[in-house]
């Protein structure tokens, strides 16, 4: 089935670092979607990306939908602590009215 | 306030009995979804409806089962068939693809 590979799997921050993850797919996706989870918790929506080549801003964070339409991108700019947790992609699949399609996630953490 | 509930939070469950996870939403979405997260791994789906009385298997459908009686209401049922239960199980809903998803804060389900 298709598949989106998430990168990097985690990463370490400092305070006031920005940080950039990005999602990519060998087919093409119509809607991009990105999510934030903390543990025990659901996932929550960040941004939502309907349009090729399109940015869209919520806060400190900023997302791009690629415009091959196979990738999107995720920075978070001037990292704080509660930025920690597990940022997922999820996309639509061009071409159907099917279902969601999950990254595996990339891991958030407060360098030590 | 529009949202998405799940319960109980916490369920454990003894090894060969069926236990119902409850989800219900307030949204007026047409369209809900069971998913099952696993440490470390991205979401699975189980099962989805895209109106009420109907309902179509996920990817690990095998061992669960599910109704759709009510828009409101989409819970999720773990037979003794499932071979590995124990899982954190996310509920979601959306007014139907290519539209983004809700989820609710999920139940942890532990077999003993």
């Known amino acids: 089935g298709q598949q989106l590979n998430q990168s990097p799997q985690s990463m370490f921050i400092q305070e006031g670092e920005d940080v950039s993850m990005n999602c990519t797919s060998s087919s093409i996706f119509n809607t991009w979607l990105w999510y934030k989870q903390d543990p025990g918790e659901g996932p929550v929506l960040l941004i939502a990306l309907y349009k090729a080549g399109e940015l869209t801003s919520n806060g400190r964070l900023t997302a791009q939908f690629g415009i091959t339409r196979k990738d999107s991108f995720l920075n978070i700019s001037a990292s704080i602590p509660s930025d920690v947790g597990i940022y997922f992609c999820a996309g639509y699949p061009g071409g159907s009215q099917g279902n969601l399609i999950f990254g595996k996630g990339t891991k958030l953490s407060v360098k030590p | 306030d529009g949202g998405i509930t799940q319960s109980p939070k916490y369920l454990f469950r003894k090894e060969g009995q069926n236990v119902t996870l409850s989800c219900e939403q307030n949204?007026?979405?047409?369209?809900m979804y069971w998913y099952r997260q696993d440490p470390g791994q991205g979401l699975r789906l189980i099962y989805y409806s895209q109106i009420v009385n109907d309902f179509q298997k996920g990817d690990i459908a095998e061992g669960y089962s599910v109704s759709r009686e009510k828009k409101e209401s989409f819970p999720l049922t773990v037979t003794s068939a499932q071979k590995n239960p124990t899982a954190f199980y996310l509920c979601?809903?959306?007014?139907?693809?290519?539209?983004?998803?809700?989820f609710g804060p999920g139940t942890r389900l532990t077999v003993l």
């Open positions: 979601a809903s959306s007014r139907g693809p290519p539209n983004e998803q809700f």
């Open positions: 949204l007026n979405h047409d369209a």
